[in-house]
Protein backbone atom coordinates (compact mmCIF):
# COMPACT_ATOMS: atom_id res chain seq x y z
CA UNK A 1 0.00 0.00 0.00
CA UNK A 2 1.35 3.91 -0.16
CA UNK A 3 1.08 6.33 2.34
CA UNK A 4 -0.20 9.70 1.01
CA UNK A 5 0.08 13.13 2.56
CA UNK A 6 -0.89 16.59 1.66
CA UNK A 7 -0.09 20.22 2.77
CA UNK A 8 -1.68 22.37 3.66
CA UNK A 9 -4.54 20.37 4.91
CA UNK A 10 -7.09 23.61 5.33
CA UNK A 11 -6.78 27.21 4.00
CA UNK A 12 -8.68 30.10 3.82
CA UNK A 13 -7.74 32.70 0.47
CA UNK A 14 -8.28 36.01 -1.01
CA UNK A 15 -10.05 35.94 -4.23
CA UNK A 16 -7.35 36.40 -6.95
CA UNK A 17 -4.41 34.99 -5.00
CA UNK A 18 -2.99 31.46 -5.87
CA UNK A 19 -2.85 28.36 -3.47
CA UNK A 20 -0.12 25.12 -3.93
CA UNK A 21 -0.83 21.94 -2.96
CA UNK A 22 1.79 19.54 -2.13
CA UNK A 23 1.39 15.50 -2.25
CA UNK A 24 3.79 13.35 -1.02
CA UNK A 25 3.58 9.45 -1.60
CA UNK A 26 5.71 7.03 0.55
CA UNK A 27 7.02 5.06 -2.17
CA UNK A 28 7.48 5.84 -5.87
CA UNK A 29 4.57 5.42 -7.84
CA UNK A 30 4.17 5.84 -11.99
CA UNK A 31 1.37 8.02 -11.61
CA UNK A 32 -0.65 10.37 -9.67
CA UNK A 33 -4.13 11.96 -9.62
CA UNK A 34 -5.43 15.51 -8.84
CA UNK A 35 -9.53 14.86 -7.38
CA UNK A 36 -11.41 17.71 -6.65
CA UNK A 37 -14.70 17.09 -4.25
CA UNK A 38 -17.26 19.81 -3.82
CA UNK A 39 -19.09 19.17 -0.43
CA UNK A 40 -21.44 16.49 -0.56
CA UNK A 41 -20.68 15.45 -3.99
CA UNK A 42 -18.66 12.53 -5.96
CA UNK A 43 -14.81 13.27 -7.03
CA UNK A 44 -14.36 14.88 -10.11
CA UNK A 45 -10.78 14.23 -11.61
CA UNK A 46 -8.42 17.27 -12.44
CA UNK A 47 -5.92 15.77 -14.20
CA UNK A 48 -3.00 13.32 -14.26
CA UNK A 49 0.43 14.32 -13.21
CA UNK A 50 3.03 12.36 -15.48
CA UNK A 51 6.55 12.78 -13.83
CA UNK A 52 8.90 13.95 -16.64
CA UNK A 53 6.08 15.27 -18.90
CA UNK A 54 3.64 17.85 -19.37
CA UNK A 55 0.03 16.55 -16.70
CA UNK A 56 -3.31 15.53 -18.93
CA UNK A 57 -6.07 17.42 -18.16
CA UNK A 58 -9.68 16.50 -17.97
CA UNK A 59 -12.32 18.68 -19.91
CA UNK A 60 -13.17 21.37 -18.07
CA UNK A 61 -9.41 21.58 -16.16
CA UNK A 62 -6.65 23.66 -17.88
CA UNK A 63 -3.20 24.24 -16.99
CA UNK A 64 -3.53 27.96 -16.69
CA UNK A 65 -5.96 27.62 -13.71
CA UNK A 66 -4.50 24.36 -11.85
CA UNK A 67 -0.77 23.96 -12.96
CA UNK A 68 0.50 20.75 -12.06
CA UNK A 69 4.39 19.56 -11.27
CA UNK A 70 5.26 16.29 -11.04
CA UNK A 71 9.66 16.61 -10.14
CA UNK A 72 9.57 12.58 -8.90
CA UNK A 73 7.88 9.91 -8.78
CA UNK A 74 6.73 10.62 -5.27
CA UNK A 75 5.90 14.03 -5.25
CA UNK A 76 3.77 16.42 -6.87
CA UNK A 77 1.99 20.24 -6.69
CA UNK A 78 -1.03 21.26 -7.77
CA UNK A 79 -1.42 25.06 -7.90
CA UNK A 80 -5.52 26.60 -8.13
CA UNK A 81 -4.54 29.87 -9.40
CA UNK A 82 -6.33 33.42 -9.47
CA UNK A 83 -8.66 31.95 -7.30
CA UNK A 84 -12.43 32.52 -7.07
CA UNK A 85 -14.96 31.54 -4.25
CA UNK A 86 -16.38 28.64 -7.06
CA UNK A 87 -12.67 27.00 -6.28
CA UNK A 88 -14.30 26.40 -2.78
CA UNK A 89 -13.33 22.53 -2.73
CA UNK A 90 -11.59 20.04 -1.14
CA UNK A 91 -8.86 19.06 -3.77
CA UNK A 92 -7.36 15.36 -3.05
CA UNK A 93 -4.31 13.51 -5.08
CA UNK A 94 -3.93 9.90 -5.12
CA UNK A 95 -1.39 7.56 -6.44
CA UNK A 96 -0.69 3.49 -6.45
CA UNK A 97 0.81 1.15 -8.93
CA UNK A 98 -2.29 -2.10 -7.82
CA UNK A 99 -5.17 0.63 -6.66
CA UNK A 100 -5.39 4.29 -5.91
CA UNK A 101 -4.90 5.25 -2.56
CA UNK A 102 -5.74 9.04 -1.21
CA UNK A 103 -4.10 12.28 0.50
CA UNK A 104 -6.28 13.22 3.13
CA UNK A 105 -7.28 16.15 1.10
CA UNK A 106 -7.20 20.01 1.06
CA UNK A 107 -9.88 21.79 2.45
CA UNK A 108 -9.92 25.51 0.31
CA UNK A 109 -11.84 28.15 0.48
CA UNK A 110 -11.70 31.31 -1.48
CA UNK A 111 -13.75 34.75 0.40
CA UNK B 1 -14.69 7.74 -22.08
CA UNK B 2 -15.90 5.89 -19.16
CA UNK B 3 -19.26 6.61 -17.01
CA UNK B 4 -20.61 5.22 -13.77
CA UNK B 5 -23.67 5.17 -12.36
CA UNK B 6 -24.60 4.12 -8.48
CA UNK B 7 -27.78 3.54 -6.81
CA UNK B 8 -29.08 4.30 -4.49
CA UNK B 9 -27.84 7.86 -3.44
CA UNK B 10 -29.21 7.36 0.02
CA UNK B 11 -29.90 3.68 2.11
CA UNK B 12 -31.04 3.47 5.70
CA UNK B 13 -30.97 0.24 7.34
CA UNK B 14 -31.23 -0.92 10.89
CA UNK B 15 -28.44 -2.00 12.30
CA UNK B 16 -27.83 -5.99 12.05
CA UNK B 17 -29.57 -5.62 8.59
CA UNK B 18 -27.90 -5.92 5.00
CA UNK B 19 -27.41 -3.03 2.91
CA UNK B 20 -26.56 -3.59 -0.74
CA UNK B 21 -25.10 -0.87 -3.16
CA UNK B 22 -25.37 -0.79 -7.21
CA UNK B 23 -23.25 0.50 -9.65
CA UNK B 24 -22.87 0.16 -13.43
CA UNK B 25 -19.96 1.05 -15.93
CA UNK B 26 -20.14 1.81 -19.22
CA UNK B 27 -16.69 1.07 -21.05
CA UNK B 28 -16.36 -2.77 -21.38
CA UNK B 29 -12.66 -2.53 -21.10
CA UNK B 30 -12.81 -1.46 -17.47
CA UNK B 31 -11.08 -4.10 -15.47
CA UNK B 32 -10.84 -2.90 -12.09
CA UNK B 33 -13.29 -1.65 -9.65
CA UNK B 34 -12.58 -0.52 -6.16
CA UNK B 35 -14.69 0.68 -3.49
CA UNK B 36 -14.12 3.43 -0.94
CA UNK B 37 -15.50 4.52 2.09
CA UNK B 38 -15.55 7.67 3.19
CA UNK B 39 -16.49 9.19 6.74
CA UNK B 40 -16.97 12.90 6.93
CA UNK B 41 -14.23 14.96 7.14
CA UNK B 42 -11.92 11.62 6.46
CA UNK B 43 -10.26 10.84 2.65
CA UNK B 44 -11.69 8.05 1.00
CA UNK B 45 -10.37 4.39 2.07
CA UNK B 46 -10.36 1.28 0.03
CA UNK B 47 -12.30 -1.31 1.68
CA UNK B 48 -12.55 -3.73 -1.46
CA UNK B 49 -11.97 -4.42 -4.74
CA UNK B 50 -12.53 -6.60 -8.08
CA UNK B 51 -10.79 -7.84 -10.82
CA UNK B 52 -12.76 -8.77 -14.26
CA UNK B 53 -11.19 -12.40 -13.93
CA UNK B 54 -13.37 -13.08 -11.09
CA UNK B 55 -16.78 -12.69 -10.45
CA UNK B 56 -17.22 -12.43 -6.28
CA UNK B 57 -14.87 -11.33 -3.37
CA UNK B 58 -15.90 -11.66 0.20
CA UNK B 59 -13.73 -10.16 3.05
CA UNK B 60 -15.20 -11.08 6.19
CA UNK B 61 -18.71 -8.50 6.59
CA UNK B 62 -18.43 -7.00 3.08
CA UNK B 63 -18.73 -8.62 -0.69
CA UNK B 64 -18.79 -7.37 -3.98
CA UNK B 65 -19.98 -9.19 -6.97
CA UNK B 66 -19.25 -8.37 -10.78
CA UNK B 67 -21.35 -9.10 -14.17
CA UNK B 68 -18.94 -8.35 -16.72
CA UNK B 69 -21.70 -9.60 -19.21
CA UNK B 70 -24.31 -6.58 -17.41
CA UNK B 71 -21.53 -4.15 -16.57
CA UNK B 72 -22.32 -4.19 -12.97
CA UNK B 73 -20.83 -4.56 -9.83
CA UNK B 74 -22.55 -4.22 -6.10
CA UNK B 75 -21.07 -4.44 -2.46
CA UNK B 76 -23.08 -6.02 -0.25
CA UNK B 77 -22.37 -5.49 3.40
CA UNK B 78 -24.60 -8.32 6.15
CA UNK B 79 -24.90 -7.44 9.60
CA UNK B 80 -25.20 -4.08 9.85
CA UNK B 81 -23.11 -1.65 12.56
CA UNK B 82 -23.72 2.08 13.34
CA UNK B 83 -20.13 2.54 12.14
CA UNK B 84 -20.74 1.40 8.71
CA UNK B 85 -22.29 4.27 8.45
CA UNK B 86 -20.29 6.54 5.36
CA UNK B 87 -20.79 7.74 1.87
CA UNK B 88 -19.60 5.12 -0.34
CA UNK B 89 -18.30 5.56 -3.57
CA UNK B 90 -17.56 2.80 -6.18
CA UNK B 91 -15.34 3.43 -9.16
CA UNK B 92 -13.71 1.67 -12.41
CA UNK B 93 -11.14 1.76 -14.67
CA UNK B 94 -9.00 -0.16 -17.05
CA UNK B 95 -5.89 -0.72 -15.28
CA UNK B 96 -5.51 -0.68 -11.06
CA UNK B 97 -2.72 2.13 -11.58
CA UNK B 98 -4.65 4.11 -13.80
CA UNK B 99 -7.30 7.18 -12.85
CA UNK B 100 -10.30 6.08 -11.60
CA UNK B 101 -14.24 7.03 -12.41
CA UNK B 102 -16.69 7.22 -9.40
CA UNK B 103 -19.61 6.57 -9.20
CA UNK B 104 -21.99 9.78 -7.55
CA UNK B 105 -21.59 7.70 -4.19
CA UNK B 106 -24.08 6.46 -1.61
CA UNK B 107 -24.81 7.58 1.77
CA UNK B 108 -25.26 4.61 4.22
CA UNK B 109 -27.22 5.65 7.43
CA UNK B 110 -27.23 2.73 10.13
CA UNK B 111 -29.72 2.90 12.67
CA UNK B 112 -28.80 1.51 16.36
Known amino acids: SAVISQKPSRDICQRGTSLTIQCQVD?????MFWYRQQPGQSLTLIAT?????????ESGFVIDKFPISRPNLTFSTLTVSNMSPEDSSIYLC????????FGPGTRLTVL | GENVEQHPSTLSVQEGDSAVIKCTYS??????FPWYKQELGKRPQLIID?????GEKKDQRIAVTLNKTAKHFSLHITETQPEDSAVYFC???????????FGGGTRLMVKP
Open chain 1, 94 to 101: SGGENTQY
Open chain 1, 27 to 31: SQVTM
Open chain 1, 49 to 57: ANQGSEATY
Open chain 2, 27 to 32: DSASNY
Open chain 2, 50 to 54: IRSNV
Open chain 2, 91 to 101: AATNNAGNMLT
